[in-house]
């Protein structure tokens, strides 16, 4: 079993029971995992393809409720109000973050003090950050209306108008999530090569030609992988939207996991709610598997 | 001289755009609810600790934090034993069909899966296994959960460390499972305490699941029996501030204290 090509962990061989060891230190993850996620999965195939009356399947009815789904105005606002919040919130965290990662990248008093606080949004619970964010906008109690009131005008309408609700929810999930963007954002920086930009700077390039001709493209793959991070998970958020404005008001905030919730939950339509729950699965695979594709294309130019 | 203004400028803006909303919710928590709603100050002129006192006497607060603490423990801490064990197997064997590797893809598919997509049938599954609204039912999901990602976590950092030092121990006499547990664990210390700490803070900041899972303070976590809070009408505004404060404060102070790793944990893989 010696030959060039192997892996060099190939020559750790022992013998008896190590021989079954890799698979017995695979098996009760896999055990769990198998259990808990993938049996799971397969149900809920299995029970999109049902109708259910109290929790229990009453008839099989195929692809229907995937069918349904696509003439269904609610799940179609639903998709429609997410894709705008994930495009919207992750293109202005982008922005933001690349921004303040740049403006980070020079040493200077207080940047660590900078880099402490940034960290706090994103750990804390989400529903504690929709929490704060009620006491920010809610027109009899919130910040928004106390400045108001204090500097003579009146009460703060935010989640009782339909757009000013939308771009509220933004507003929460920039604040939460740009910290994220910048960290990784600001690693990525930190480990790109020295070299060009001293090039640059003894050529006399200005600060805007080093950020289109060098750190631009050099960051472009980190900050690919960092809004397609952000962008799977923004897909499926539903926390802060629970708390914040159950959906409402009306429809204007409700993502496709909180209609998926309350088809399941509140109206106890479990078969067409896992068809739902499998169709936004397999658009967030889709997402994904093609974003890898084009890193790899980036990569490889 | 100007750029150094514009820093100064830039850095208060962005620490008042963070810190502001948390001094509003920690100024409400000490504010009475009349003073919330029919006097709006911007700082509490009464300062009362009574909201905070009503959520442990009249809420059940204690019981969502023990909750919390007993459901993060078990989850993670399973999740980490039996993850290490896979991480270690797909990092340094290699299987027929190249099997270890098709099991890590496995898992990182599994981890890009929203979890929401699943939570009909576990909600199903927990139902049929009379596991609704017990510590058990979360701490089997949870584990599952953190399985999929301390494996890859956790391979990487196998990885790294070079497979030399095992084999000088098992010449030694160590078995194979010897010179993991004796060598390479304690060498791959850091990156387990960056995959626990990330584990933590998912896990105690779940929602989803225990909002289907639970439905008492039997089993209810923190961030659960706070959602109970929210009414259809809200009036009691300065027990939901005291509440967020409970519930943010616990995690806050974790991630601040373990700061270094918790960054290195969140940025890793995306720069890799």
């Given at each position: 079993?010696?030959?060039?090509?192997?892996?060099p962990?190939y020559?750790?061989?022992?013998?008896?029971?190590?021989?079954?060891?890799?698979?017995?230190?695979?098996?009760?993850?896999?055990?769990?995992?198998?259990?808990?996620?993938?049996?799971?999965?397969?149900?809920?195939?299995?029970?999109?393809?049902?109708?259910?009356?109290?929790?229990?399947?009453?008839?099989?009815?195929?692809?229907?409720?995937?069918?349904?789904?696509?003439?269904?105005?609610?799940?179609?606002?639903?998709?429609?109000?997410?894709?705008?919040?994930?495009?919207?919130s992750?293109?202005?965290?982008?922005?933001?973050?690349?921004?303040?990662?740049?403006?980070?990248?020079?040493?200077?008093?207080?940047?660590?003090?900078?880099?402490?606080?940034?960290?706090?949004?994103?750990?804390?619970?989400?529903?504690?950050?929709?929490?704060v964010?009620?006491?920010?906008?809610?027109?009899?109690?919130?910040?928004?209306?106390?400045?108001?009131?204090?500097?003579?005008?009146?009460?703060?309408?935010?989640?009782?108008?339909?757009?000013?609700?939308?771009?509220?929810?933004?507003?929460?999930?920039?604040?939460?999530?740009?910290?994220?963007?910048?960290?990784?954002?600001?690693?990525?920086?930190q480990?790109?090569?020295?070299?060009?930009?001293?090039?640059?700077?003894?050529?006399?390039a200005?600060?805007?030609?080093?950020?289109?001709?060098?750190?631009?493209?050099?960051?472009?793959?980190?900050?690919?992988?960092?809004?397609?991070?952000?962008?799977i998970?923004?897909?499926?958020?539903?926390?802060?939207?629970?708390?914040?404005?159950?959906?409402?008001?009306?429809?204007?905030?409700?993502?496709?996991?909180i209609?998926?919730?309350?088809?399941?939950?509140?109206?106890?339509?479990?078969?067409?709610?896992?068809?739902?729950?499998?169709?936004?699965?397999?658009?967030?695979?889709?997402?994904?598997?093609?974003?890898?594709?084009?890193?790899?294309?980036?990569?490889?130019? | 001289?100007?750029?150094?203004?514009?820093?100064?400028?830039?850095?208060?803006?962005?620490?008042?755009?963070?810190?502001?909303?948390?001094?509003?919710?920690?100024?409400?928590?000490?504010?009475?609810?009349?003073?919330?709603?029919?006097?709006?100050?911007l700082?509490?002129?009464?300062?009362?600790?009574?909201?905070?006192?009503?959520?442990?006497?009249?809420?059940?607060?204690?019981?969502?934090?023990?909750?919390?603490?007993?459901?993060?423990?078990?989850?993670?801490?399973?999740?980490?034993?039996?993850?290490?064990?896979?991480?270690?197997?797909?990092?340094?064997?290699r299987?027929?069909?190249?099997?270890?590797?098709?099991?890590?893809?496995?898992?990182?598919?599994?981890?890009i899966?929203?979890?929401?997509?699943?939570?009909?049938?576990?909600?199903?599954?927990?139902?049929s296994?009379?596991?609704?609204?017990?510590?058990?039912?979360?701490?089997?999901?949870?584990?599952?959960?953190?399985?999929?990602?301390?494996?890859?976590?956790?391979?990487?950092?196998?990885?790294?460390?070079?497979?030399?030092?095992?084999?000088?121990?098992?010449?030694?006499?160590?078995?194979?499972?010897?010179?993991?547990?004796?060598?390479?664990?304690?060498?791959?210390?850091?990156?387990?305490?960056?995959t626990?700490?990330?584990?933590?803070?998912v896990?105690?900041?779940?929602?989803?699941?225990?909002?289907?899972?639970?439905?008492?303070?039997?089993?209810?976590?923190?961030?659960?029996?706070?959602?109970?809070?929210?009414?259809?009408?809200?009036?009691?505004?300065?027990?939901?501030?005291?509440?967020?404060?409970?519930?943010?404060?616990?995690?806050?102070?974790?991630?601040?204290?373990?700061?270094?790793?918790?960054?290195?944990?969140?940025?890793?893989?995306?720069?890799?």
């Open positions: 079993m010696k030959s060039a090509t192997q892996a962990q020559r750790l061989q022992g013998a008896g029971l190590d021989l079954a060891l890799p698979y017995l230190m695979l098996a009760p993850g896999l055990t769990i995992v198998l259990g808990v996620l993938v049996y799971p999965l397969w149900d809920g195939l299995r029970a999109s393809t049902r109708a259910y009356r109290y929790g229990s399947p009453v008839a099989d009815v195929g692809i229907q409720n995937y069918v349904r789904l696509w003439s269904d105005a609610q799940f179609l606002n639903a998709l429609w109000v997410t894709v705008k919040f994930v495009a919207l992750v293109s202005v965290e982008a922005v933001l973050g690349f921004a303040l990662a740049l403006f980070c990248l020079r040493e200077f008093r207080g940047i660590r003090l900078l880099r402490t606080v940034l960290i706090i949004p994103m750990v804390i619970t989400p529903v504690v950050v929709a929490i964010f009620r006491l920010i906008y809610a027109s009899d109690a919130g910040m928004l209306t106390a400045l108001s009131e204090a500097m003579g005008g009146g009460a703060v309408q935010i989640l009782g108008n339909s757009l000013n609700a939308f771009i509220g929810l933004v507003v929460l999930d920039v604040w939460e999530w740009t910290p994220l963007m910048f960290l990784i954002l600001l690693a990525g920086l480990s790109l090569p020295h070299e060009p930009f001293e090039a640059a700077r003894v050529d006399g200005g600060a805007w030609r080093v950020f289109a001709d060098l750190t631009f493209p050099m960051m472009r793959p980190v900050l690919a992988v960092a809004i397609v991070l952000r962008t998970d923004a897909f499926g958020t539903f926390d802060q939207v629970f708390v914040l404005t159950r959906g409402g008001p009306g429809e204007a905030t409700r993502l496709i996991s209609y998926g919730y309350d088809t399941a939950f509140k109206f106890q339509q479990t078969g067409y709610a896992a068809a739902l729950f499998v169709t936004v699965g397999l658009v967030v695979l889709g997402l994904a598997f093609s974003a890898i594709r084009l890193l790899r294309r980036i990569d490889a130019s | 001289m100007s750029s150094r203004v514009t820093r100064i400028l830039t850095t208060s803006f962005v620490l008042a755009v963070v810190l502001l909303p948390i001094y509003w919710l920690v100024s409400t928590s000490l504010k009475s609810n009349r003073e919330i709603t029919q006097e709006g100050t700082y509490p002129h009464v300062p009362t600790l009574d909201n905070y006192v009503r959520l442990f006497t009249e809420k059940q607060f204690g019981s969502y934090l023990a909750n919390s603490l007993v459901v993060t423990f078990f989850s993670v801490a399973i999740a980490l034993v039996v993850g290490a064990m896979g991480a270690y197997a797909i990092a340094r064997f299987l027929p069909f190249a099997m270890e590797r098709k099991v890590g893809l496995f898992l990182l598919t599994l981890r899966i929203p979890p929401v997509v699943i939570l009909i049938p576990v909600y199903l599954l927990m139902l296994l009379g596991l609704l609204d017990t510590w058990l039912g979360l701490i089997a999901t949870y584990t599952a959960f953190n399985v999929t990602f301390c494996v890859w976590m956790m391979e990487s950092f196998f990885r790294e460390i070079p497979v030399d030092l095992e084999e000088a121990a098992m010449v030694d006499g160590d078995s194979r499972f010897g010179a993991f547990r004796r060598i390479t664990l304690p060498l791959a210390a850091p990156g387990l305490a960056a626990a700490i990330f584990a933590v803070l896990t105690f900041n779940e929602f989803l699941f225990a909002l289907a899972l639970t439905a008492t303070p039997r089993a209810m976590t923190m961030p659960r029996g706070t959602a109970t809070l929210i009414g259809r009408i809200d009036t009691d505004w300065a027990s939901m501030a005291a509440a967020g404060v409970i519930g943010a404060l616990p995690i806050v102070f974790f991630a601040l204290l373990v700061q270094r790793h918790l960054v290195r944990g969140l940025t890793m893989g995306a720069v890799k």
